[in-house]
Structure formats: C-alpha cells, structure tokens
T-cell receptor
C-alpha cells in the first residue's frame, strides 16, 4: 500500500468556522508533511512531523494548528482563516533514508475555499 | 534567482513527439526529484536521482552533478502525459525540506 489519503477532498468554510483536514498513511513512514499550494505555484512547506514530533514549522500563522495523534495520522486544524488561505493543502509522508534520499509520497490534496 | 530553475515554463507538443524538460539548481544536493501533478491536484513522484540516469517506461531522467543540471525526457508522448512536471531538490543543508522549481506545464495534443 503506497497510498496517502486525505479527507475531505473539498472544503468550503467561513472565516469564523473551525474545521480539520485529515491525512492518513499505512506505509510505516515516520515523517509526515503539510504543504500549501496556490494555483500555478509549487507547493510550500508548512509543517514537518518526524516520529510524531513537530520538527519544522515554517513560520505558519497560528490559525493553522497541526496535530499528529499517531504515526499513521496527521491533522491540520483550521480556525479563523482568511480568504487568502484558500489553496490546495497537500499531505505527504516519507521513510527515513540514509543521505536524505527518501521519496515523499503525496496525497491527492484538500481544496479549501475560505469565504 | 531561485535555487531551482526549470525550463520551459510551458510546452505544447504533438502526440508521439520526444519531450525534454530541464532543471538547473544552484545548491549542493543529496537528491533531486521529478514530480508529476495532474489537474486534479495529486502529486506523483516519478524519479529520485542522486547520480546517473533512471528509466521507467517512456520516462527517462538524467542528472549531471558537476553541472548541477537534470533533464526529464518523455519518449512517444501521449495526451495522458499532459500535466505539470516539477523538479525538486533536497539540499545537503536543508533537513527534510524540498526546494521546488516553478514547474513546467506540458500539453500533448492528439
């Protein structure tokens, strides 16, 4: 199983809503990532979890709150978002490999629209 | 100047044509990745390279570490190859971070 799944596929939310994005993998990967991708732009790294601990936070605003409840699951909690936060949110996972030569496996993404 | 530069930005080809997409980078790397993104959004990892050449079906990826350059070739292109192709590098000092190129939008017409 080389699949990363993400739910929901699409999400529309108001600026006062609280919602969560979910990501799951069963490949035994110990690193999981959240990316944000705007139209016609490459993905931008938001967070990295390694062995269920937050290892990288790319100065993401606190209205985005990641959570890694176990080694297979990664959540992104959303609160008080702005319209400019509308984007495709991609989850990825990878196995640790010597010399940094691991492949990241990406999920299909959640397309978020903030009204 | 971006650390990872791709060319061309857009490429239109006729079915059956041989296609080349180029990627140049300016940092020391541990690995270079070629990724494919279809309009639906999901990203598929095509290749990971640290030296030499890899082939998978009609796709070939090469890397020249000394020249800091990689190419992705598609032989006998097909409309289903239409997608955005993204070059990404993992530098030796960036930890888990990938640095992405801006992508190449490929359209293959029947």
């Amino acid at each position: 199983d080389t699949e990363v799944t993400q739910t929901p596929k699409h999400l529309v939310m108001g600026m006062t809503n609280k919602k969560s994005l979910k990501c799951e993998q069963h490949m035994g990967h110990r690193a999981m990532y959240w990316y944000k991708q705007k139209a016609k732009k490459p993905p931008e790294l938001m967070f990295v979890y390694s062995y269920e601990k937050l290892s990288i936070n790319e100065s993401v605003p606190s209205r985005f709150s990641p959570e890694c409840p176990n080694s297979s699951l990664l959540n992104l909690h959303l609160h008080a978002l702005q319209p400019e936060d509308s984007a495709l949110y991609l989850c990825a996972s990878s196995q640790e490999a010597p010399g940094g030569k691991e492949t990241q496996y990406f999920g299909p993404g959640t397309r978020l629209l903030v009204l | 100047k971006n650390e990872v530069e791709q060319s061309p930005q857009n490429l239109t080809a006729q079915e059956g044509e041989f296609i080349t997409i180029n990627c140049s980078y300016s940092v020391g790397i541990s690995a270079l990745h070629w990724l494919q993104q279809h309009p639906g959004g999901g990203i598929v990892s095509l290749f990971m390279l640290s030296s030499g050449k890899k082939k998978h079906g009609r796709l070939i990826a090469t890397i020249n570490i000394q020249e800091k350059h990689s190419s992705l070739h598609i032989t006998a292109s097909h409309p289903r190859d239409s997608a955005v192709y993204i070059c990404a590098v993992r530098s030796r000092t960036s930890g888990s971070r990938l640095t992405f190129g801006e992508g190449t939008q490929l359209t293959v017409n029947p």
